[in-house]
């Protein structure tokens, strides 16, 4: 619009100048009936010019005239909320294609022949995304939702400098007390206090987190074990009884969930305490807590009296578990039965190869002495 409009006056311009560079002006001549008109063509333009002006003057006295009127008004009104509705229409077009500066640009438009909140609410979200924070900011203060401003500045922030939280701790705390349901304040609280380890604090946002549904189960999961682990990691640095005494101050319910419980096993495992995590390992097992595969795959497997037993109890009942197996000959590896290792994983790997088992049946024939087979095996685990 704006080049079209530089072009139309280089033109006038150039009609105008031209001439008169030139010496020779031109002339126009008009006829009505008898009479006729005979002028140059700067003055014909500069008459052009003058009548569009007189007639702009005249269509906007008369407009204001109509829209005086109680019918003007409602018509104008009408066109001007048709208007508004289609630029916020095609705000949401743009939001829902990604193309969030066409979403702001509409949104814009919106607000300006309306003025309604959501328009506001609108633009800022679109100015938040392409990484305007000082104006998503200052829509927020035309989009009547002052009350909840700083909430919108915190997770602003947050967005722009994650980093920024260590700063920000404490007006963070004070908002969770005011908003203690705002879904993506627990959110940016959650994922801010794993960024800066602030697992005590995290630990209390978990159970609303679960209730409002903010992550899918697998994230959700993975952070609550991350938690928990990091609490029983610094609780069993004090000392050897503190990590037991943190698992007995659970509730019952939190020492009977499975991913709870995984972490406590982990934490067990990292301090070496064999005989406890043989215990909580089998007690998991029978409550139908874990399963033989849980413990294998996050290395939880510990060569205790209690689990070896219910391993031997199901090769009883399955002799063909490829599990159960790879569990009887990871036990027998650690405590050097080798001879039962190379028995147990051969028959795994068998049933189920793969990675873990291949390394495990290397070391065990590396422990035999059998190096032709050792490195055979090792082959299998790289091409596994």
Excluded at 29 to 44: H, K, P
Excluded at 96 to 114: E, F, I, K, V
Excluded at 218 to 228: G, K, L, R
Aim: proline letters at 2%.
């Amino acid at each position: 619009m704006k080049t079209a409009l530089v072009i139309v006056v280089l033109l006038v311009v150039g009609l105008l100048v031209g001439p008169l560079w030139s010496g020779n002006t031109g002339y126009v001549l008009l006829s009505i009936g008898q009479w006729t008109v005979e002028t140059s063509v700067v003055a014909a333009l500069i008459l052009l010019v003058i009548a569009i002006l007189i007639l702009r003057v005249v269509f906007a006295f008369i407009a204001r005239l109509v829209r005086g009127t109680k019918w003007g008004m409602r018509w104008f009104g009408e066109r001007r909320q048709q208007k508004a509705e289609a630029a916020f229409h095609e705000a949401l077009v743009a939001l829902n294609d990604g193309d969030y500066a066409g979403s702001s640009r509409a949104a814009n438009r919106a607000w300006q022949l309306r003025k309604q909140p959501n328009d506001a609410l609108l633009a800022a979200y679109s100015a938040q995304h392409i990484g305007d924070l000082k104006q998503a900011r200052e829509w927020l203060t035309h989009s009547g939702k002052t009350a909840d401003l700083a909430v919108s500045e915190m997770l602003y922030a947050l967005r722009d400098n994650p980093d920024s939280i260590s700063s920000r701790l404490t007006d963070l705390k004070a908002l969770l007390r005011d908003y203690p349901r705002h879904p993506e304040l627990i959110r940016a609280a959650i994922m801010g206090y794993q960024r800066v380890h602030r697992y005590d604090d995290l630990v209390a946002l978990l159970p609303i987190a679960r209730e409002l549904k903010l992550f899918s189960e697998t994230q959700y999961e993975s952070i609550e074990e991350e938690t928990y682990y990091a609490l029983m990691l610094a609780a069993g640095r004090q000392g050897a009884t503190k990590l037991q005494d943190y698992w007995q101050s659970l509730r019952r319910d939190e020492r009977r969930d499975a991913v709870i419980r995984r972490a406590y096993l982990r934490a067990l495992v990292t301090f070496d305490q064999t005989k406890a995590a043989d215990k909580v390992a089998a007690r998991a097992l029978k409550r139908g807590e874990l399963d033989i595969a849980d413990l294998l795959q996050n290395n939880l497997l510990v060569a205790g009296p209690e689990l070896r037993d219910i391993v031997q109890e199901g090769l009883k009942k399955k002799a063909d578990d490829s599990f159960l197996l790879q569990a009887m000959g990871q036990m027998a590896l650690t405590t050097k039965d080798y001879a039962l290792a190379q028995r147990a994983l051969r028959r795994a790997s068998e049933l189920a190869p793969s990675q873990r088992v291949w390394l495990d049946l290397a070391m065990t024939y590396d422990a035999l002495g059998d190096t032709t087979n050792a490195l055979q095996c090792y082959r299998e685990a790289m091409r596994a």
